[in-house]
């Protein structure tokens, strides 16, 4: 009967996989969570950037559009594609509208 029985070796390497594989999920559970934070932290940084660039823009357009007025040039020039003609160090004059040089 002593030859039936299976050797203690393969339940101790299984049980001791069992522990590797056990301690390996609470590690990776762990990273999971810290990366859907930062993820969570980063979704909320490029919201408000976005809506920074949108003021940042609106601004550039009332500016390139108070430029105008104040000049009384005609901010519809028609000065083609590709002019870029800078007017200041963050307006440039584009085809027809102005945008803030990042």
Known sequence: DQERLPSPQPLADAEA???????KIVELT???ARLYTEIKNL???????QAAYGKAT?????QFADF???SGLD???GLGEGFG?????D??????????KG
């Open 58 to 62: 609106a601004i550039c357009e009332k």
């Open 85 to 89: 003609k800078a007017l200041g160090p």
């Open 43 to 49: 979704e909320k940084e490029v919201t408000e950037n």
């Open 75 to 77: 901010s519809g020039l």
């Open 68 to 70: 105008f007025a104040d």
């Open 91 to 100: 307006l440039v004059l584009g085809t027809n509208e102005g945008t803030c």
């Open 17 to 23: 996989r069992i522990e590797d594989l056990t301690n």
């Open 30 to 32: 762990a990273v999971s």
